[in-house]
């Protein structure tokens, strides 16, 4: 069986957030099923260069995109045994950032015909495409509407992954002649129109075959109209193909026995002594008066999503408790400044670094005591997985993926992973911390948590394989077409 991902960022070559970890991962365990996994994605001048010296052109066309005939190259690279395809167009792609231009929807139109057209170069028809997040959400649609009549892409199934349903890739009727030179008459309701615009994530969940997301709960939130940020109409519809796979993460990156960054590496049997060190480094890193306080960090994108805005309701009271908080993070101003004040006026025991630093974030991970996570919606959801992976205990909000990885600690019991609350609410979340706290001052419980986190399976085995069967599914569905 072969399958083309086709994605915006991917590990260890690019990377904004989860989506990046998703896909540098779990190529490489449906690999070990036995699948021929290669990946497409963009070549951006931020890669670093010890990757691009490796990388090597094997093909140059031209892409049509609307009235524009665009220089594309495909250039190799292979790692772990998976081959990645980048697609190479300095204009689109040279820039400093990846996402948050004007032509941003251009740019990824660019993309979506370069991978479809891309597929005779590179003499790779695959049984499936798996698309991913709305930056190639108009490849199931181009594929069925526009390119199925080729005899080498009738065949070809779509899985596509809805990583977050926020970002949709909405963009002005015009486009559809503009960008994709698609007819009029794919603006209708049951296609491509989106409330008087074009919507790149319908395309997908209209022309799929199979649309996945990122965790059970996050399926059945997205089909009400709460989270479903106006699809939840469309994706209803296609209930009987939708499912929940959660994610897993990386245990070559993500695993505190070897991971590089740690001043002091450790396992579960030695976590409790040997965290410390790591704690130590932390305190001392960022100035912090070296005491048993509770660390609690927080690694995020600075945005809503992530319920900022409890943290900012009660941040003072917090303040009060004996705890130390670090955030690593960057987004939306209004929280990098709040941050950066906060710091200002409780430097003793808060700590904000506004940037993006991967190795950091190894070591705030392995640091801490517990991570703080109360997003206001969240499809799956990596920070709390790993943070778990490193004795870190969560504390989040019931949503999305956080529902399905984190079970709130039961005293009665003795079940539970770490700490949990329901509602959006800032003193439900403090409220949490505060029993999160309570438990850390007893050591017998706090032991058994770190130990019941660290040895929680979080790795891709058996997502990757839920993968594998619904690619076999879809081949099951092609061959029998091709057999009628
Ligand atoms: P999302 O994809 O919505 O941003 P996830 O929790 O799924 O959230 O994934 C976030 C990933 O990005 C995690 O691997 C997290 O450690 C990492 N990350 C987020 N912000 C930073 C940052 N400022 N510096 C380093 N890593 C970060």
Known sequence: MKVLFAVSECV????????????????????????????IMPKYGTISDTYKQGMKKISEFTVQVGWRN????????TLDHVTFYFVDNEQYFSRGRMYGYDDDGERFAYFSQAVLESLPRLSFYPDVIHCHDWHTGMIPFLLTRKYSWRKEYASIKTVFTIHNLQFQGIMPREALHDLFSL????????????????????GALVAADKITTVSPTYMNEIQTDYFGERLNGVLNKRKADLSGIVNGIDGEIYNPENNECLVQNFRVSDAEHLKLKNKRFIQEKFALPKTDAPLMTMITRLTKQKGLELVRGVFHELMHEDIQLIVLGTGDPEFEDFFRSMEH???????????????????????????LMPSKFEPCGLGQLIALAYGAIPIVRETGGLNDTVLSYN????????????????????????????????????????KRAML?????????????????????????????
Not at 12 to 38: C, H, N
Not at 70 to 77: L, M, S, T, V
Not at 184 to 200: A, C, R, S, T
Not at 456 to 464: K, V
Request: overall charge negative; charged content about 25%; glycine content about 8%.
């Open 12 to 39: 260890p070559f690019i990377k904004s957030g989860g989506l990046a970890d998703v896909a540098g991962s779990l190529p490489k365990e449906i690999k070990r099923l036995g699948t021929d996994v290669r990946v």
């Open 70 to 77: 665009q220089y594309c190259a495909i250039e190799e690279y």
């Open 183 to 202: 007819e009029d008459k794919y603006f209708n309701i049951e296609e491509l129109e989106f409330y008087g615009n074009i919507n790149f994530m319908k």
């Open 345 to 371: 006026q409780y430097g003793g025991k808060f700590k904000a670094y506004i940037g993006f630093d991967e190795s950091l974030a190894h070591q705030l991970y392995a640091g801490a005591d517990l991570f």
């Open 411 to 450: 005293e009665v019991t003795d079940e539970g992973n770490g700490f949990s609350f329901t509602n959006f609410n800032a003193h439900d979340m403090l409220a949490t911390i505060r029993r999160a706290l309570f438990f850390y001052k007893q050591k017998d419980v706090w032991s058994t948590l770190i």
């Open 456 to 484: 929680m399976n979080n790795s891709w085995s058996q997502s990757a394989y839920k993968y594998h069967q619904l690619y076999s599914e879809l081949q099951l569905r092609s061959d029998a077409h091709v057999l009628k």
